[in-house]
Structure formats: C-alpha cells, structure tokens
C-alpha cells in the first residue's frame, strides 16, 4: 500500500487463501488456483517455533500477473470445499482492509468506553480482548455443533484428487 491509502496493482493481483486443510500442500495450492491464471508467486505460510513448527498455518497467499485472474480465481474458488473445508479466498487488499475496519472499529468502541475515565491509549484492553476471544469461541463451537456450514454438491475438491503428486513429493 503506498502512503496516501491507495492500494497498488502488485496488492490487486495477491489473493489471500484462508481455512486451508493441513493435507493441502504447496504443490496442491499452485494445481488448485493455476487454472486461472499465470501464478507468479505463492506464499505457504508455516509455524516457524513451537510445538507446531514445521506445520503449515492454514493459509497462503498467490501472486497472479493482472488482477482480472485474482479477480476470476477469486470468484471461482471462494467458498469451494478442499479436502472438507469451504476455502476463503479474498484480494490480499481486501483482507488488510477488512482487518483494519474491524480493529478501528474496536477501537472506537473501546474508546467511547474508556474516554469516560479520562485514559485511552487506542487500544483494547486486556479485558476486551479477552472477551472478544471468548465469544468468538462461543460462535465457532455454537456453529459446529449447528453442523456448520451446508457443503455445496459438486463443488467438493477431495485431498486425494489434489493430492496425485509422485510419493516423493508430499
């Protein structure tokens, strides 16, 4: 993003692909999304310390030369299941702007509470925070137990059907 707000080409051309399931690989992602386009970067994200270093986070990011097949693979791939899960797919710039408008948004909130004693520093507090954790939590599992989201018929991609690599290579 340059300084004045405006959001580039490179950023208009990057989609964010979230909810991925653990079995996708690097090589499954570039089989799934290169139907749309010429992909001329991808960024597997992993856990690089911890318990969990070495897995892969549950999402990515794919770098096409002109935003039209961002836009297209976007469209295409937003909400088709992998190996079960629905994948979230959005313009890279769309997700900072989304997460932006919601901390803002928390923000503002948290400071029409906080403005009354005198003290704001911009920030949610602990407090909120964890209460915004919590009922995050509280939604996920009350949409789990719901049966969460209903699968769309035909527009299943198995691990088994992206994952034909040699053996070698998963």
């Known amino acids: ?56 986070r549950g999402f990515a990011f794919v770098q096409y030369s002109t935003k039209e097949e961002a836009k297209l693979a976007k469209e295409k791939m937003h909400g088709k299941l992998a190996c079960g899960r629905p994948l979230v797919v959005r313009l890279a710039s769309e997700k900072y702007l989304v997460e932006t408008a919601e901390k803002s948004s928390k923000a503002m909130g948290e400071s029409n509470r906080t403005s009354i004693s005198g003290s704001n520093s911009g920030q949610m507090s602990r407090g909120a925070t964890i209460a915004a954790i919590r009922n995050k939590l509280k939604a996920l599992e009350e949409e789990e137990s719901s049966g969460g989201k209903k699968q769309k018929l035909g527009e299943s991609i198995s691990c088994s059907e992206k994952l034909d690599l040699p053996s070698g290579n998963r």
Request: aromatic content about 10%; charged content about 30%.
């Open 1 to 56: 993003m340059d300084p004045n707000g405006f959001i580039d080409e490179k950023c208009e051309s990057r989609l964010y692909i979230g909810n991925l399931d653990l079995r996708v690989t690097e090589a499954a992602l570039i089989k799934m999304f290169s139907p749309f386009g010429k992909i001329v970067s991808e960024d597997f994200l992993w856990h690089t310390r911890g318990p969990k270093r070495g897995a892969p």
